[in-house]
């Protein structure tokens, strides 16, 4: 799935230090404690309590998208499950995205775009999939998209029926990866008067970077506020540096 960068620029927090994580496995929650009804309730509440700044709707940016966040469980391991882009794609290809795509004239609601699309990537039945919610539907600059957040039960992905023309592959990665700080760094982007910054993850099978990188971040802070502390700090280039680089 693809996204507009200033979509969502305005979600980005901070970098921890290592000590804030040294304690990751105590007391992390099980896979039973993240399903259960509160769990799911305040990840959702969380979502749609960010704050982003939108953009005017426009007839340019009118159209409609949707993505899945899907939640999985891998060898008993709550997991987030990842495509990657097949070389073959017009537009990101070979990058790692969330299954989803833009609304269809036959679907009824945007929670069904992300479903359908769930369904023709990856080949998972939108009857096994048990949607917790959406978050706030962001306004970018060629169309608006709904993030939405499902739990798809146990999953291999390697045995997975992706469509050949959009994905190459899928595959997970734990939650508790993410929470170990030798696995999260970040991206500086500068320009003459402004800047931003956003998370990238490594040490996964395939790099996750960009607007994918992004959404997973403000899910996981989401669903795992005490355990997922990752804080990123924009850091202002020098003045010299501002002079060689103009």
């Not at 996981?220 to 002079?243: C, D, Q, T, V, W």
Request: charged share 25%.
């Amino acid at each position: 799935m693809f996204f507009v960068c200033s979509t969502l620029r305005a979600y980005l927090v901070g970098f921890s230090s290592v000590r804030k994580c040294s304690h990751l496995y105590n007391g992390f929650p099980s896979a039973e404690q993240l399903l259960s009804s509160d769990s799911i309730h305040n990840c959702i509440k969380n979502l749609k309590e960010v704050k982003v700044r939108q953009r005017e709707l426009t007839d340019d940016n009118k159209k409609k998208a949707a993505v899945l966040i899907p939640l999985c469980l891998v060898d008993n391991e709550m997991s987030l499950l990842y495509t990657l882009r097949t070389s073959d794609l017009k537009r990101h290809r070979g990058q790692v995205s969330f299954p989803g795509g833009m609304e269809d004239s036959e679907d009824k609601c945007l929670e069904e775009t992300a479903l359908r699309e769930t369904e023709e990537e990856i080949g998972i039945d939108r009857k096994n999939i048990s949607l917790w919610g959406a978050g706030n539907i962001y306004v970018g600059k060629e169309f608006s998209v709904l993030p939405v957040v499902g739990f798809l039960g146990d999953v291999h992905p390697s045995a997975l029926k992706v469509n050949p023309g959009e994905v190459e592959l899928a595959f997970a990665v734990a939650l508790k990866h993410f929470c170990y700080p030798d696995n999260r760094k970040f991206t500086q982007f500068r320009f003459k008067k402004s800047g931003y910054i956003l998370p990238a993850y490594v040490n996964t099978e395939y790099r996750i970077w960009g607007i994918t990188a992004l959404i997973t971040h403000i899910v996981l802070s989401a669903l795992l506020p005490k355990h997922y502390n990752f804080k990123i700090h924009y850091i202002r280039p020098i003045k010299g540096e501002m002079k060689a680089s103009s």
